[in-house]
């Protein structure tokens, strides 16, 4: 692996910060994106996923502004044109690859023809994030000239920081998803669901971050168990859960989890 500099870690250190200091999720592959772009030099950067048995796909893409609902269609036309990408993960790859890698001919392609002319990029370079069941997904960073070696090892150093910001925001999501089921409402910014007609039910001042701890705690899992969900060790949940507890007023997982249910934070 190619040695990397003193920038590029500055670099790594400053998406670090951006991600423990940004408390909307709703838009953290936007500030994720835009790290990249900078670090990178890309001209697209595309957080997108794809069902593998339904041969189907959506994305979220920047451009560096916003590509629109338009690029999860272009994600299922990759999909339909067999991109070289995506059957590299499907034979488990798993290590960010440029399209130089694993595609001698990816110029003769529809797929470059079209990226060419709508993005203006020739290059792509894969970074998979694995551990969703029966979906790949994946970071596709596309721009004009091909990635060095050196740039695809500071990817490769990058991965597990999107990795777990991709683990964390659909872990937010689906707690947010089973609270608003059991309330019949559509959740607000937190886990919570405002009940009907009234106003929001307090957050604590909970971080998107410890909302997501505290949801998986409801669910009766461990601090192993979510660590082992959200790719984190055990001890930086217990550090989350220290400050759930201070923050709810409690002092054990059976007294948060009761005090989050009375507040309607969690199911």
Known sequence: MSGLHARDYERMLDLVMAVLEHDEPESLWHLMAGHLQEALGC?????????????DGYAQGWAPHSMGPDVSEVIRRRVQQRHPLIAYMEAAGSSP?????????????????????????THQLGVPLLGVPGELR???????????????????????????VDRHVRELH????????????????????????????????????????LGLLAEGLTAAGIGRRLTISPHTVNRHLEKVYRKLGTNNRVSAVLAAKRAGIVR
Do not use: K, M
């Open 43 to 55: 001209d697209t950067v595309i957080f997108a996923g794809i069902r593998v048995a339904e041969r």
């Open 97 to 121: 690859v440029s399209i130089t890698q694993i595609c001698d001919t990816w110029r003769n392609s529809s797929w470059y023809s079209e990226a060419r002319r709508d993005y203006g990029t």
């Open 138 to 164: 994946a970071v596709s960073l596309g721009r004009r000239g091909d990635f060095t070696e050196h740039e695809v090892a500071f990817t490769a150093r990058v991965q597990p920081l999107l990795l777990r």
């Open 174 to 213: 689906r707690l947010r998803a089973a609270v608003a089921d059991a309330a019949g409402a559509t959740p607000p910014s937190g886990l919570s669901a405002a009940p009907a007609g009234g106003p929001s039910p307090p957050r604590h001042d909970l971080t998107p971050r410890e909302l997501t701890v």
